[in-house]
């Protein structure tokens, strides 16, 4: 069974061929296996150009070597590099000569897991190095750098600081309740609240803002047929993604582009047209169409402002609308029917009229805000944390407001900050780090 104590050794370069390919080793052997392949003791922390060796002394590949003694690297073990020539025939045999010599395939992740458990990272920064192998954009790699650099990590241990102090506070008045001294009457205990509100909400603000663009916002164009949702999809991605003509019912299936809308990632989805009709195919893209609605963070109900027509199959009232009016280069006067909700924006797909504020719109519904600085990459889980523990720390303060059972605060608290010390891994379950560390590539 692998355990922390083996010599684990990867390819820790991408995939196919590639000027240079490296195989990462890390664990008490490195040093060891690092003498047998170069047959030199090597230097650390020096780069040594020799030759890499099989077991017969033939020559497998000519590269660098290089030599971190613990706890000075990456995984706070003895990590060994060895930079050959990238193709995958060179590195297959390389990593089998190292295996040969007593390491062990890593797991995907585990060179970073050893980081975390060796406390070189905390389990935010150690999932920001995932994040920002898989970023998709500038911005979210520029975020994921930050996290990985610890702003993510400082942001949450100064609400800890906060927290603790008005639990220290808290508890005192509850060991000295015999006193003559009320300690919840102190005005330290309402500053203490007041920043400690003021840093949750600027905290889940970037929280929010991040877990966006890591996972993207998934926005549905519905509406009736012939409305241009194709060709609302096609000017959006900008490509010929769906096809477009004057027949109706021509999208019979959903429809998915990922786009990147001035550093936010969105999910577009074209949809059928949302109509009654006999025909069997049409019914099914219309079914996908509804489930996709159901399941989306934003719809885009778009309205032909030469025929406006309201979709007779009913949208989630639990998922955000933005009304669009298609088609104003020819209509100037249009009578909306009595059911249909207010119109947000008017635009022309075809002459790309109102284009522009649709895209500032979709910013804006991703919650995309230029005013908050230094922007990390958070996660689903992150963003759960945070609003547990500012619920927990808003049940606490109602209960020491109204003086109400105080020994209840205190355990809110604790709550609190149990929630806060899951984000960077202080106080965490082992199945939740192993679902973590699975997402990884081998290498890392």
């Known amino acids: 069974m692998p355990t922390a104590a083996d010599t684990i050794a990867a390819i820790a370069s991408g995939a196919g061929r590639a000027g240079v390919g490296v195989i990462r080793v890390s664990g008490p052997d490195a040093p060891a296996i690092a003498q047998m392949i170069t047959g030199v003791s090597l230097t650390t922390r020096h780069a040594h150009y020799l030759n890499f060796k099989s077991e017969q002394g033939n020559a ?51 060179f970073t897991e050893r980081a975390f458990l060796n406390d070189k990272l905390d389990l935010a920064q150690a999932e920001a190095v995932a994040d920002l192998i898989n970023a998709n954009t500038a911005a979210a790699s520029q975020a994921a750098v930050r996290s990985m650099s610890g702003a993510l990590s400082l942001a949450v241990n100064d609400a800890l600081e906060e927290l603790i102090a008005l639990r220290v506070w808290l508890e005192a008045a509850l ?8 300690f919840l009457a102190e005005p330290q205990v309402k500053q203490r ?14 929280a929010q803002q991040g877990q966006r663009l890591r996972d993207g916002l998934t926005i549905v164009i519905a509406g009736v047929t012939n409305v241009g949702k194709s060709s609302l999809l096609n000017a959006l991605s ?25 550093g936010m990632p969105l999910h577009i989805i074209d949809t ?26 934003h719809i885009l109900l778009l309205i032909d402002a030469t025929n406006p027509q309201i979709p007779d199959i009913e949208l989630p009232d639990s998922i955000p609308t933005t009304v669009v009016l298609n088609k104003i280069d020819l209509q100037n006067k249009v009578t909306l029917p009595a059911s249909c909700p207010p119109v947000d924006l008017s635009l022309s797909v075809k002459t790309g ?14 919650g995309r805000d230029d ?36 020994e209840l605060a205190a355990e809110e608290l604790k709550m609190a900050q149990q929630a806060l010390n899951e984000i960077t891994g202080q106080f965490d379950a082992d199945d939740l780090l192993g679902r973590i560390f699975a997402d990884f590539c081998v290498g890392k």
Do not use: W
């Not at 025939?89 to 062990?104: H, S």
């Open 193 to 206: 609240a007041a920043a400690l509100e003021q840093l949750f909400t600027k905290l889940i603000a970037n």
């Open 371 to 406: 005013s908050i600085e230094g922007v990390f990459l958070a996660r689903r889980r992150h963003l759960q944390a945070l609003n547990v523990a500012q619920e927990a720390c808003a049940n606490a303060l109602k209960r020491l407001q109204e003086n109400n059972m105080p």
């Open 60 to 110: 497998i590949d000519i590269g660098i070597a290089l030599l971190f003694a613990a706890p000075h690297s990456y995984t706070g073990e003895h990590v060994l590099e060895l930079q050959g020539h990238g193709g995958p025939v060179v590195m297959d045999q390389l990593l089998e000569r190292v295996l040969q010599c007593g390491a062990r395939a890593a797991r995907p992740g585990e």
């Open 238 to 262: 900008g490509a010929d993604s769906a096809i477009v003509t004057d027949i109706a019912g021509t999208t019979r299936d959903v429809l998915h582009e990922h786009i990147n809308l001035d």
């Open 272 to 297: 059928a047209g949302l109509r009654e009709t006999t025909d069997v195919v049409e019914q099914q893209g219309i079914q996908r169409a509804q489930q996709a609605a159901n399941t989306a963070d």
């Open 353 to 366: 009229e109102g284009l522009d504020q649709l895209k500032e719109h979709l910013l804006k519904v991703a």
């Open 175 to 182: 060991d000295f309740s015999e006193e003559e001294i009320d």
